[in-house]
Every structure is written in C-alpha cells, then in structure tokens.
C-alpha cells in the first residue's frame, strides 16, 4: 500500500524516466542473457569438438599401432634371427602398450558409457590378440615355425578379427554419442532461445502496459479532464469540482492552480455581486432623498 502511495507522490517527469530507465535496463538483461546464452552454446560446441577430436585421434593411433603389431606378428615366423626377433617382439609390445595408452587417454574426459563400453572390449579384444601372439613369437623363438603359422591361423586370425569388430563397434559408439551431443546442442540452443523470446516477449509488453497506464491514465485522461473544467471555467460555471488537485505531481500542480483560478473567480464574482448591491441599496436611497426632497418642496410651496 505504501509503494502504491509513492508511485502516486512520484512526478510525471519521474514516472517517464523510471519507464525509460526500465527499458533500459531490460536491454541489458537482455544483452547479458544473450551473452550467457551465446557463451553456454559455444561451450557446449567446444566440448564436443574436443571430444570429437579426441577420440578421432584415438581410432586413428590405436588402428594404425594395431595394423603394426599385426605386421609384426605376421612376419615374425619367418624371422630367423633371435636377436632381431626380440626387438620383433619388444616393438610388438611397444605398439599394443601405446594403444591402451590411447584408449585410457581417450577415456579421460566426459563421455557416453556406450563409448566406455566399446573401449572396454578393445581392451579385452586387445588381451586376447596379445597371448595369441605371444605364443607365434614363443614358437618362433624355439624355431618351431609350423606351430608359429598354425598359431596364426588358428589364434591370432580370430582375435584379430575380434580386435578389428571391436574397432568398428567403438567407432559407431563415438558417432552415435556425437550424434547424441549435437542432438542435445541442438535441443538446448532451442530452449535457450525459446526463453529468450519468451523474456524478451514479457518485458515489451510488461513496459508497454506500464507506458500505456502512465502515459493513458496519468497524464493525458488527467489533462483532457482538466480542459473540459477549464472550458466550463470559461463559460462562467464556477460550480465545477477540480479534479487531481491532491495529487503531488505535475497534474497535481495544475489542479491546484486551477483551483486558484477558480476560487479567484468565485471571488471577482462575489465582489461583483457585492458591488452591484451596493450600487442598487444606493440608487434606492436617492430615489428616497429626491422624493423626500420632492415632498418637501411642496410643502414649502
């Protein structure tokens, strides 16, 4: 009840510059929404670039590690050369342990458990092509090359095979969740701009309502009843009530000095009629005095 008081006390002036100053600060709220916004999908974006990047390179260095280490493997019964099939062997191991590097380092961020899941049976795939291959090089080594090539064919082809499902298996994981993150991009920059129409839509009409209530019922309702008084002023009905007189604004301020010009007339009216009283009670006392006067002279007569 008091702040309905205070805006009533507030000046014309004053309501339109706080309209002004709401609109103003609605363009910021606006703008910084906006920025928020603008920010929250850029980093959204960001983050599936990083983790699409990410996972690309770790497809790309654990395939091309594993088509190596098959490679190795492949060729390891016809090596001869215990020496050189031991650095064989270690590069054989140096290229699986550089996989599972990537595949711990790609697991290292934010992502879906179906990428989790298709990691994980790389993983096992991996274990699997590793003691299979163990064995080609264990029979190498002991220059036992029929059971190295039975080896091959029997173990290290079907793991491979595994590995290389496991592979394809991860690669449409990592796109389904990109698929799914760009869904979610998507889904989110809608909500986001939804809620900024929708702010933007209720601020317009919140200041337009709260223009048009000053503007309509404060100043131009207040001045169009203030000329038809004045216009009945005018005329010489000086029986008519002055509106918004209490009022502590402009209006107030001019319902006030209509009041003077109206309780001025009333008294120019009155000193009119007063005047015209007086000038009547003075006519009758000289009619008195000349028929007196009249009586007299013929007496005398």
Same mark, same amino acid.
């Given at each position: 009840?008091?702040?309905?008081?205070?805006?009533?006390?507030?000046?014309?002036?004053?309501?339109?510059?706080?309209i002004?100053?709401?609109?103003?600060?609605a363009?910021?709220?606006?703008?910084?929404?906006?920025?928020?916004?603008?920010?929250?999908?850029? =980093?959204?974006?960001?983050?599936?670039?990083a983790?699409?990047?990410?996972?690309?390179?770790?497809?790309?260095?654990?395939?091309?590690?594993?088509?190596?280490?098959?490679?190795?493997v492949?060729?390891?019964?016809?090596?001869l050369?215990?020496?050189?099939? #031991?650095? #064989?062997?270690?590069r054989?191991?140096?290229?699986?342990?550089s996989?599972?590097?990537a595949?711990?380092?790609a697991?290292?961020? =934010?992502?879906?458990?179906?990428?989790?899941?298709?990691?994980?049976?790389?993983?096992?795939?991996?274990?699997?092509?590793?003691?299979?291959?163990? #064995?080609?090089?264990?029979?190498?080594?002991?220059?036992?090359?029929?059971?190295?090539?039975?080896?091959l064919?029997?173990?290290?082809a079907?793991?491979?095979?595994?590995?290389?499902?496991?592979?394809?298996?991860f =690669?449409?994981?990592?796109?389904?969740?990109?698929?799914?993150?760009?869904?979610?991009?998507?889904?989110t920059?809608?909500?986001?701009?939804?809620?900024?129409?929708?702010?933007?839509?209720?601020?317009?009409?919140?200041?337009?309502?709260?223009?048009?209530?000053?503007?309509?019922?404060g100043?131009?309702?207040?001045?169009?009843a203030?000329?038809?008084?004045?216009?009945r002023?005018?005329?010489?009905?000086?029986?008519?009530?002055?509106?918004?007189?209490?009022?502590?604004?402009?209006?107030?301020?001019?319902?006030k000095?209509?009041?003077?010009?109206? =309780?001025?007339?009333?008294?120019?009216?009155e000193?009119?009629?007063?005047?015209?009283?007086?000038?009547?009670?003075?006519?009758?006392?000289?009619?008195?005095?000349? #028929?007196?006067?009249?009586?007299?002279?013929?007496?005398?007569?």
């Amino acid at each position: 009840m008091r702040g309905i008081r205070g805006l009533g006390r507030m000046k014309v002036s004053t309501k339109l510059s706080s309209i002004v100053g709401a609109a103003l600060l609605a363009l910021c709220v606006m703008g910084a929404i906006a920025v928020y916004a603008a920010g929250e999908i850029r =980093d959204l974006g960001a983050s599936l670039q990083a983790e699409s990047d990410r996972l690309a390179k770790m497809k790309l260095d654990v395939a091309l590690g594993i088509e190596r280490a098959i490679g190795e493997v492949n060729s390891a019964p016809a090596e001869l050369d215990l020496a050189k099939l #031991k650095v #064989k062997h270690e590069r054989f191991n140096g290229l699986l342990a550089s996989a599972r590097t990537a595949l711990s380092d790609a697991l290292a961020g =934010d992502t879906s458990p179906a990428v989790k899941a298709a990691d994980a049976e790389i993983v096992n795939a991996l274990a699997g092509f590793e003691t299979a291959s163990n #064995k080609v090089f264990e029979h190498t080594a002991a220059f036992a090359q029929p059971e190295a090539i039975a080896t091959l064919q029997s173990a290290v082809a079907p793991a491979q095979s595994t590995l290389q499902g496991a592979l394809q298996q991860f =690669d449409q994981a990592a796109n389904a969740n990109s698929a799914a993150k760009s869904a979610d991009i998507r889904a989110t920059t809608a909500t986001i701009t939804q809620t900024v129409v929708g702010l933007m839509v209720t601020l317009v009409l919140g200041i337009a309502t709260l223009s048009y209530l000053t503007v309509s019922r404060g100043v131009v309702r207040p001045i169009t009843a203030m000329t038809g008084v004045m216009t009945r002023l005018s005329s010489g009905n000086s029986g008519v009530a002055i509106p918004y007189a209490e009022r502590f604004d402009e209006i107030g301020a001019m319902g006030k000095a209509v009041q003077v010009f109206k =309780d001025n007339m009333i008294r120019a009216e009155e000193l009119a009629a007063k005047e015209e009283t007086e000038r009547a009670a003075k006519e009758k006392r000289t009619q008195v005095i000349e #028929k007196l006067i009249g009586e007299f002279d013929t007496g005398i007569k």
